[in-house]
């Protein structure tokens, strides 16, 4: 099992800032992509931003120059720091993690997810 818990997330007026984190744990081996995804009510899953282990990092053009992903290979953990936050950021925001588990075995996990919730 590979668990990943995320915190950080919470209410905010437009214009501000949050950071999220979302540490995994577990069966780990090694991990490949980490990454967040979000969810508005009534529309589906999109992706927000990755980052590989080597630090290669992808954007969807909506969060491009106002969010920033990072992530630190030694505490298994990935950071989303989200500035210049708009009313269409509100969404629950998930954290993904893609690796090797210890014997071989891949895993893909998903955490519970963190409300932001950003306030005209």
């Known amino acids: 099992q590979v668990e990943l818990v995320e915190s950080g997330g919470g209410l905010v007026q437009a214009g501000g800032s949050l950071r999220l984190s979302c540490a995994a744990s577990g069966n780990i081996f090694r991990i490949h992509d980490m990454g967040w995804y979000r969810q508005a009510p009534g529309k589906q899953r999109e992706l927000v931003a990755t980052?590989?282990?080597?630090?290669?990092?992808n954007y969807a053009d909506s969060v491009k120059g106002r969010f920033t992903i990072s992530r630190d290979n030694a505490k298994n953990t990935v950071y989303l720091q989200m500035n210049s936050l708009k009313p269409e950021d509100t969404g629950l925001y998930y954290c993904?993690?893609?690796?090797?588990?210890?014997?071989?075995?891949?895993?893909?996990?998903w955490g519970q997810g963190t409300q932001v919730t950003v306030s005209s």
């Open positions: 993904n993690s893609q690796g090797v588990r210890r014997l071989g075995l891949n895993f893909d996990s």
């Open positions: 980052v590989t282990s080597t630090g290669s990092t």
